[in-house]
Structure formats: C-alpha cells, structure tokens
T-cell receptor, first 112, second 113 residues
Framework: QKEVEQDPGPLSVPEGAIVSLNCTYS??????FMWYRQYSRKGPELLMY????GNKEDGRFTAQVDKSSKYISLFIRDSQPSDSATYLC????????????FGQGTRLTINP | DVKVTQSSRYLVKRTGEKVFLECVQD?????MFWYRQDPGLGLRLIYF???????EKGDIPEGYSVSREKKERFSLILESASTNQTSMYLC????????????FGAGTRLSVL
C-alpha cells in the first residue's frame, strides 16, 4: 500500500464548477500538508501549505485536513480554464523534513 | 523569487551514453533534490544533498549518481543510460531552515533510445 494515495483522474469539469481534489494517507505522523500545481511541461509550484487539521483559504482555493480520517482535500471554487493542471499533494511528519511524500497527482481540465 | 534552473528542457540520448543533467538555484539553499516523474507513479526521489559534497540516496538511486561541488549546483549523472530511464526529471531546492517547501525547476524530459 502506498503511503499517499491520490486519484490520478483525469478529471474534467465545466468552467465555474466547484472542484474537489483528494488524498488519503496511511502514516498518522504526517502533520504538514502541501498542494502543488503543475502546468503542462512545467515544474510543480506550491499552491497551499497547511499544518495539522483544519481549513485554510486563499482566494478561490481551500485546503482542508482531516487527520482523524487521514484525508486531505483541495477545493477550487469558480473554477477557470487557467486552473487546468496536474495537482499533487505532498506531506511530511516534521518541519524541515528531508523527504516529502507525494501523491501520484490528479490531472484536472476545466472546460470553457 | 526563487529560481531553479535546469539546463535542458529536452534531451535525447542513446542507450549506454553517459548523461549529465544540471540544476542551478539562486537562493543560497542548502538542500537540493533530484526526482523523476512518471505517469501513475508520481514523483520519486532519486538523490538529495543537504550540503556541498554531501549526498543521500533517495528511494530509487540505482543507475544514478550525483555531484554537488558548489552550493548552487546539483548534477544528476546517468553513468550508462538505459531505456527505462526515459522520464521527466525534476530538480528542487529548499532552504536549510525549518521549512518543508521545495521549489522546483521546469524539468528535463529525457528520452533514451
């Protein structure tokens, strides 16, 4: 069993829809959670960074962590074609961890 | 802005060739990483370095080596390229302070024929 599981998609939704991207994990020690966005033929860029359980909002993006269920989500409101990308979750147990554990990535397409 | 630059965007090499992938970062970060990214497998860590001349194996180091002679530069070496090393290679860097965030380059798509 992989430490982090992420539905690879592809996921295709109409413009303006609410998108939910999810990762589950098995290591209960994880407490730092990240979402990266990767456009085609580009490297990943950090989108959201959260610690422990709870929600964090940044514009149209909300990151949610449920440590009791070992489940994290990224919600995108009012999705735009420019949100079309692959989204990767990543996590670690400690600050300054040498290794991050990544999900496989979900490819998202927003159709105009 | 942090900038991580990978010297080549696309490379085509032949089986058995020695291949060098170069990565340079301009933010004085202590830590640098090499990943490969394959469909359905996500990012897998090949090697990382936490200081000049220091290196640690990641999850899939077989067939690869690395070199870090200067703080800003981290090289990935394929001693004898094989077709199963055809992949997207991503370099990343991270400050030495207590942070988890890694900053990525644009990637090098390597094809080994």
């Amino acid at each position: 069993q992989k430490e982090v599981e992420q539905d690879p998609g592809p996921l295709s939704v109409p413009e303006g829809a609410i998108v939910s991207l999810n990762c589950t994990y098995s290591n209960s020690a994880f407490q730092y959670f990240m979402w990266y966005r990767q456009y085609s033929r580009k490297g990943p860029e950090l989108l959201m960074y959260t610690y422990s359980s709870g929600n964090k909002e940044d514009g149209r993006f909300t990151a949610q962590v449920d440590k009791s269920s070992k489940y994290i989500s990224l919600f995108i409101r009012d999705s735009q074609p420019s949100d079309s990308a692959t989204y990767l979750c990543a996590m670690s147990a400690i600050q300054g961890a040498q290794k991050l554990v990544f999900g496989q990535g979900t490819r998202l397409t927003i159709n105009p | 802005d942090v900038k991580v630059t990978q010297s080549s965007r696309y490379l085509v090499k032949r089986t058995g060739e020695k291949v060098f992938l170069e990565c340079v970062q301009d933010m004085d970060h202590e830590n640098m990483f090499w990943y490969r990214q394959d469909p359905g497998l996500g990012l897998r860590l090949i090697y990382f370095s936490y200081d000049v001349k220091m290196k640690e194996k990641g999850d899939i180091p077989e067939g690869y080596s690395v070199s870090r002679e200067k703080k800003e530069r981290f090289s990935l070496i394929l001693e004898s390229a094989s077709t199963n090393q055809t992949s997207m290679y991503l370099c990343a860097s991270r400050p030495g302070t207590n942070k988890n965030i890694q900053y990525f380059g644009a990637g090098t798509r390597l094809s080994v024929l």
